[in-house]
């Protein structure tokens, strides 16, 4: 009453390459993790020496008017060059002081989230510009001019 379960031989077949086809993908996948990893890096083309490092620090605390020696403690406690002028800046409308800032943002908060917490709005961030720019700011832009500086 059982038929006989042969197999034809293009079902065999079938079969075998499939298992080729995973052990294939296994050793592919195996060997992936023997290459090193690829890490993401962006380059704009700058290099900053040691005279330029210091030309940043100076620059950055002449301009937010804090001393040299304040800026290069902010960047040793974590803060990358792009982040350190935005510490500065909410320090600055939120009378605080730098460290302050950085404690917030190192805990994981990000920058609006500190904002708000001294009370401060997101125009803060706002910039009128002499021109209209175009595509994609445009339309951002446009919402915010129509707005009186006050609102």
């Known amino acids: 009453m059982l038929k006989d379960r042969t197999v034809p031989f293009k079902d065999k077949r079938g079969r075998v390459v499939r298992i080729l086809v995973i052990f294939l993908t296994l050793i ?27 030309g940043f620090y100076l620059s950055v605390g002449d301009y937010y008017r804090v001393p040299e ?14 982040e350190m002028p935005v ?3 909410i320090a600055g409308r939120a009378h605080v002081a730098p460290g302050v800032i950085v404690d917030l ?9 500190i904002t708000f917490r001294y009370g401060l709005s997101p125009e803060i961030y706002y910039v009128p510009l002499r021109v209209t720019p175009g595509p994609p700011y445009g339309k951002a832009y446009g919402y915010y001019k129509k707005w009186p500086e006050k609102e």
Do not use: N
Request: aromatic letters at 10%; proline letters at 2%; zero cysteines.
């Open 105 to 113: 943002r190192l805990r994981g908060m990000s920058w609006m989230d």
């Open 69 to 82: 020696r304040e800026v290069v403690i902010i960047r040793e406690r974590g803060m990358s060059y792009e």
């Open 87 to 89: 510490v500065f800046f």
């Open 28 to 54: 592919v996948l195996s060997l992936g993790s023997l290459i090193p990893q690829a890490k993401a890096s962006v380059d704009i083309g700058v290099y900053i020496g040691d005279e330029g490092l210091r």
